[in-house]
């Protein structure tokens, strides 16, 4: 106390009552305040933990003969990064993640994450939908004459809540359809009833592929020239030349039940960036065979 005023808190303490409610009142308010503060970093913290993906999805396994192959002579093993140009979905159920190939075992390995809980499933049609493929169906709906499973009052499901699975599928654009070679697979799944999500994390390996790579853009002279004439081919409309693009391999992913295409990539052609790399066998962790 100076100069016969009295600050706040020897008033408060001072003069007990209405003025020393307020006091309580702002309080309880700040520590509240630090409370939501504290729990909503919490729960971004928590969402961000929970949502990293299983290292499994980055690391190239191939086959146990590609191993094979790779162990007798380690220096001989040809292996490349490949850089797809449409590597997701719209809204990102399905994202591609390290693709790879290796030309001496003629095995081209995409890494994919599924985002199940992003998938839905419509009881009345027993279809499964990605978002993307919700919101195109809207753009149909006339006001007297709706056909989306939205605004015709459908129930949509959240996929993993029903027993559906995918297939997935590569093959190039001569029609030619590759065998998987090897398949690795982790699920993330947690459902805190408010809080939801399933993950599925994948390493796709596809054998005899064959890829003429003299003919990718990396390696060829007019390179500049003929960038611009690889177009990624539209989620819709599947197989499509494009200039000297070459054979085309695609990534298709379908209702297992159903068939009906859920996405559709190109994964390989003669205008997608490709990188050597060293391969690494992987942990033994990482393989089921
Ligand atoms: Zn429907």
């Known amino acids: 106390m100076e100069n016969g005023i009295l600050d706040n808190e020897e008033y408060e303490a001072k003069t007990p009552g209405k003025r020393g409610a307020w006091h309580y009142v702002k309080k309880a308010f700040k520590y509240l305040f630090y409370a939501l503060m504290t729990a909503a970093w919490a729960a971004v913290i928590f969402v961000i933990v929970i949502r990293g993906d299983d290292a499994i999805v980055k690391t ?3 086959s146990a003969r590609a191993r094979a192959l790779y162990e007798e002579s380690p220096g001989d093993f040809e292996f490349y ?8 979905s719209e809204e990102g159920a399905f994202q591609l993640k390290n693709c790879v190939y290796s030309a001496t075992a003629g095995e081209y ?4 994450r ?3 809980t992003q998938l839905r499933y419509c009881e009345q049609c027993g279809r499964l939908y990605t978002p993307d493929q919700l919101e195109q169906q809207k753009k149909y709906d006339e006001e007297d004459d709706p ?5 015709l009052g ?3 499901l959240r996929a993993p809540e029903t027993d559906r699975t995918i297939r997935y599928e590569v093959f190039d654009s001569g029609g030619k359809v590759y065998e998987t070679a090897n398949t690795e697979s982790r699920v993330k799944n947690i459902n805190l009833g408010f809080f939801a999500i399933k993950y599925e994390y ?3 390996d596809f054998g005899g592929l064959y890829l003429d790579l003299a003919q990718n853009i990396i390696n060829r002279e007019s390179s500049a020239a003929s960038y611009d004439t690889g177009e990624a081919v539209s989620a819709g409309d599947g197989v499509s030349e494009a200039g000297d693009a070459g054979t085309r391999v695609f990534l298709a992913i379908y209702d297992a039940v159903t068939d009906d295409r859920l996405f559709v990539t190109c994964i ?5 960036y490709i990188e050597e790399l060293g391969y690494e066998l992987p942990d033994r962790d990482y393989i089921t065979q």
Do not use: I, K, Q
């Not at 990064?81 to 997701?88: C, D, I, K, S």
């Not at 390989?268 to 997608?272: A, G, K």
């Open 202 to 204: 994948l390493r796709l």
């Open 268 to 272: 390989y052609d003669n205008n997608t």
């Open 147 to 151: 056909h989306s499973c939205a605004a």
């Open 114 to 116: 599924v985002a199940w």
């Open 109 to 112: 390995e995409a890494g994919l």
């Open 81 to 88: 990064r490949v850089y797809p140009t449409v590597f997701m």
């Open 154 to 156: 459908h129930t949509l």
């Open 60 to 62: 190239p396994v191939l």
